[in-house]
Nanobody, 123 residues
């Protein structure tokens, strides 16, 4: 199982930007970012195939968020621009080392999770 450590969260005003980082202890097949706001279910935000680099995004963040990876460092990033108050949540990094079938935004496919980093966007 891959160990994941997120960083880069914080507080920002609406319209601002943040970049989250996720350092992994090993390689994975797919990595993703999820978020969970108080009282809401965990939702997938963005995913990336580590080998080919293909990405996928939730409709709510398309055009604003960009996921990328730096394979030499086993690190995945989430660049978040034009942030909105509704982006406020705990953000989690996730890794799939088993090449599971199913949606990239199904939490059950991931067998590694970070501890989370808080993102707060004020209006």
């Amino acid at each position: 199982q891959v160990q994941l450590v997120e960083s880069g969260g914080g507080s920002v005003q609406g319209g601002g930007s943040l970049r989250l980082s996720c350092a992994a202890s090993g390689s994975a097949y797919i990595m993703a970012w999820f978020r969970q706001a108080p009282g809401k279910e965990r939702e997938g935000v963005a995913s990336i195939y580590i080998g080919g680099g293909t990405t996928d995004y939730a409709d709510s963040v398309k055009g604003r968020f960009t996921i990328s990876r730096e394979n030499a460092k086993n690190t995945v990033y989430l660049q978040m621009n034009s942030l909105k108050p509704e982006d406020t949540a705990m953000y989690y990094c996730a890794s799939d080392t088993r090449a599971m079938l199913g949606s990239h935004f199904w939490p059950g496919r991931y067998n590694g999770w970070g501890q989370g980093t808080q993102v707060t966007v004020s209006s």
